[in-house]
């Protein structure tokens, strides 16, 4: 239960620290203010506490992550209040956060930013596909609406967006661009602040420098918004159906708890999950979509080509033929390639054995440090071709690739991840094909699922005009 008074209308609040904890859900050493300064503005109700851990039924719930898994809570000695205290363990990386634990937030007046007339400053143009989406972006906006945008990989779904963003930063809207992966927000801060150079941009990652500033337009990771609450009027959650987000429903309550009782959420996806398609198909759901790619032209159809037992033949120091020839012949022809494996173990095993062909080629997973380095090199042609596992199925651009999936009937490769992975190819306007080949040892329901799904996505785009056919 929430702790606070009745304003004190005489009182003289802080506005350095109504900015600091505006929107926010901070424990106290996140607060860098006198406990004197604080402790008068929860008198005078500026300022409102609620427990760290609350107990419902006997049981634990962390008002910062949502947590009540019983075993996601350990008990310790507490020099705080003397006891054994139970804290937190789904959210210790943010700070640990006890019984005895306090939240503040702000509970005073709002805040509103002040905007200018010129608030965009992108004159891009957008596709036909692109623009059906935008205006309905723009309606949700206007009507506090959900809303799905479901564009296939390379639909340029960033350029959907900045209309709308403006419409709700026009109405004084506070925006929030929310994404599961770090170098997400690293690429998109840039890009909104070229769009919206009026407009002060907040980019908020672990050991972020604008972690305590307050600023009409948000990118973060989705983890980062366990220390909001009640804060955005507009939330766009960018692959939605990505890892860790569609899978952790702590993050999810991290959504709810940061937007506002009034606010509009829009989910950008290419692979919706089965639930959202199902709702988007019954009506639950307002959606639109891009079926085509901005330049016109269709997603690559992937080929699926029998490759024998392939983790034996590598555990015997052998490439399979059909795999050895299809790298041959991008090194011949000079066309940058991935090669996607199902674990770093196998992928390290491929890699000694075709580096015989080119010494120089690489692999690449999650802990690489030298991930962006590598992708880079490739980008710039000082290398041929990259070994990865999925970490590089999304947010990558390379001019004139090829792909292939060794292994693809291993049930890491989902049907949005094989999606993701062929999306990689001929997103590039000058050079719009190109090759995506599931190699297996026996067809799965997922690989004939993710090709089933590119087909449909053409269709609808040739169907609707989008595509130069």
């Known amino acids: 239960m929430a702790n606070s008074t009745s304003l004190n209308p005489s009182y003289s609040f802080s506005e350095e620290l109504q900015k600091h904890l505006y929107g926010r859900l901070l424990l106290l050493d996140e607060i860098s203010f006198p406990e004197e300064l604080l402790s008068d503005h929860i008198k005078n109700g500026y300022i409102s506490t609620m427990p760290g851990i609350k107990q419902i039924e006997s049981q634990h719930h962390c008002s910062r992550c949502g947590n009540n898994d019983h075993a996601m809570f350990y008990r310790f000695p507490c020099s705080c209040c003397g006891k054994k205290c139970a804290y937190c363990r789904a959210c210790i990386m943010m700070g640990r956060i006890s019984e005895c634990s306090k939240l503040y937030f702000w509970s005073g007046p709002g805040f509103s930013f002040e905007i200018l007339t010129e608030v965009m400053a992108w004159a891009g143009s957008l596709s036909e596909g692109q623009k059906i989406a935008s205006e309905r972006v723009i309606d949700a906006v206007n009507n506090n609406e959900e809303l799905l945008v479901w564009a296939v990989c390379g639909a340029g779904k960033t350029e959907v967006l900045f209309e709308g963003v403006e419409a709700a930063l026009r109405s004084g809207k506070r ?20 769009a919206f150079p009026q407009i002060e941009v907040a980019a908020l990652y672990g050991g972020s420098d604008d972690r305590h500033l307050l600023a009409p337009l948000t990118v973060t990771t989705t983890h980062q918004l366990f220390r909001f609450h009640n804060a955005f009027d507009t939330i766009i959650i960018d692959e939605v159906d990505a890892f860790p987000y569609s899978m952790d429903s702590s993050l999810q309550f991290a959504v709810r708890k940061a937007k506002k009782n009034i606010s509009i959420i829009i989910y950008l996806t290419a692979t919706p999950s089965k639930e959202m398609q199902a709702d988007y198909e019954n009506q639950k759901l307002i959606g639109v979509t891009i079926p085509a790619r901005y330049h016109r032209h269709p997603i690559p159809a992937p080929l699926m080509k029998w490759c024998g037992n392939w983790k034996r033949e590598f555990e015997r120091n052998r490439i399979p033929n059909v795999i050895a020839d299809w790298v041959s012949l991008r090194l011949q022809l000079k066309t940058p390639f991935l090669l996607f494996f199902s674990s770093i173990k196998v992928m390290e095993q491929a890699l000694s054995l075709l580096q015989s062909l080119d010494n120089e080629l690489q692999s690449v997973h999650s802990q690489d440090p030298e991930r962006k380095e590598k992708v880079t090199a490739l980008r710039e042609g000082r290398i041929s071709g990259l070994l990865t ?70 269709k609808e785009a040739e169907k609707r005009g989008l595509l130069d056919v």
Do not use: W
């Open 389 to 458: 596992t999925t970490i590089l199925e999304r947010g990558v651009t390379i001019p004139k690739l090829d792909v292939a999936v060794i292994g693809s009937e291993h049930p890491v490769f989902s049907e949005s991840a094989l999606v993701q992975i062929a999306g990689r190819v001929g997103r590039s306007e000058k050079n719009p094909e190109g090759d995506i080949t599931f190699f297996h040892y026996g067809k799965s329901n997922n690989m004939i699922r993710a090709i089933g799904h590119i087909g449909r996505m053409n």
């Open 175 to 194: 925006v929030c661009i929310a994404t599961p992966r770090t170098d997400v927000v690293l690429e998109l801060a840039p890009r909104l602040k070229s």
